[in-house]
T-cell receptor
Framework: DTGVSQDPRHKITKRGQNVTFRCDPI?????LYWYRQTLGQGPEFLTY????????KSRLLSDRFSAERPKGSFSTLEIQRTEQGDSAMYLC?????????????FGSGTQLSVL | AQKVTQAQTEISVVEKEDVTLDCVYE???????LFWYKQPPSGELVFLIR??????QNEISGRYSWNFQKSTSSFNFTITASQVVDSAVYFC???????????FGTGTSLTVIP
């Protein structure tokens, strides 16, 4: 399987706990994006990396959220002290930067439920 | 500001009917890119098409066609002879030239009834 892979598919946690999600992009892709999607809404941008550098973060990304892409390959998204409002689908996408032909390839997402 | 509006929240059609999904966008960029993605019940967003702002040619791919009109800032998607497998949520998205974000609409949920 050469698509974008996300782990876990589902995560249930109690309010106040920390959670970490992992994303493995398509191997030759140098850009990696994190999006959040709630029921009935489109994906909302959180942050993106070009190689290992985190180049942009949304205002949606509070201090409790941190993302890393240490070697420019896989990425992790950590949420500390989870709140019920963090319940959502967290989507990872990757692309190969080519301004004339960039398109995002998405993973299946991690569904987070905060109780 | 970048914005994508999909006014149709839900659409139901009977199999073999044609259906058009509307997308209206706002951007100040002179160069931008428009996309359609399909999200089936499995959840994974599937890329359908990308259109550059300087290319207003309409495109047809099998039963799918796209109508891009800069004058009305619209990028509509038509499915001809719909099938049950077309049932999904469809998202229109915009990427500008000044940033690297992709802005998604709220999606249109299409149900094709056999």
């Amino acid at each position: 399987d050469t698509g974008v892979s996300q782990d876990p598919r589902h995560k249930i946690t109690k309010r106040g706990q920390n959670v970490t999600f992992r994303c493995d992009p398509i191997s030759e892709h140098n850009r990696l994006y994190w999006y959040r999607q709630t029921l009935g809404q489109g994906p909302e941008f959180l942050t993106y990396f070009q190689n290992e550098a985190q180049l942009e973060k949304s205002r949606l990304l509070s201090d409790r959220f941190s993302a890393e892409r240490p070697k420019g390959s896989f990425s992790t998204l950590e949420i500390q002290r989870t709140e019920q409002g963090d319940s959502a689908m967290y989507l990872c996408a990757s692309s190969f930067i080519d301004r004339f032909n960039e398109k995002l390839f998405f993973g299946s997402g991690t569904q987070l439920s905060v109780l | 500001a970048q914005k994508v509006t999909q006014a149709q929240t839900e659409i139901s059609v009977v199999e073999k009917e044609d259906v058009t999904l509307d997308c209206v966008y706002e951007t100040r960029d002179t160069t931008y890119y428009l996309f359609w993605y399909k999200q089936p019940p499995s959840g994974e967003l599937v890329f359908l098409i990308r259109r550059n702002s300087f290319d207003e040619q309409n495109e047809i791919s099998g039963r799918y066609s796209w109508n891009f009109q800069k004058s009305t800032s619209s990028f509509n998607f038509t499915i001809t002879a719909s099938q049950v497998v077309d049932s999904a949520v469809y998202f229109c998205a915009l990427s500008g030239n000044t940033g690297n974000q992709f802005y998604f609409g709220t999606g249109t949920s299409l149900t094709v009834i056999p």
